[in-house]
């Protein structure tokens, strides 16, 4: 259920290039979803050109 629901924020970010912060191991990270690969996401923002996380790092989604 997590992972499903973490992948429809995800989706929704990259579809309307909106915002979203995504939290793991202690950090928070802010961007916009560039691509959504099977085990990282790769997102942009305003700090660094390119973020790549891992999907199995991610602990916690946010988004408007």
Same mark, same amino acid.
């Given at each position: 259920?997590?992972? +499903?629901?973490?992948?429809k924020?995800?989706?929704?970010s990259?579809a309307?290039? +909106? ?7 202690? #950090?928070? %990270? ?5 691509? %959504?690969?099977p085990?990282? %996401?790769?997102m ?9 996380v891992r +999907? #199995? +790092? %991610? ?6």
């Amino acid at each position: 259920a997590f992972e +499903r629901e973490v992948a429809k924020v995800l989706k929704a970010s990259h579809a309307n290039k +909106r915002g979203v912060v995504v939290h793991g191991g202690g #950090e928070a %990270i802010a961007g916009v979803v560039k691509a %959504i690969g099977p085990d990282a %996401i790769v997102m942009a923002n305003q700090q660094y050109g390119t973020v790549i996380v891992r +999907r #199995e +790092r %991610i602990d916690a989604v946010e988004a408007n």
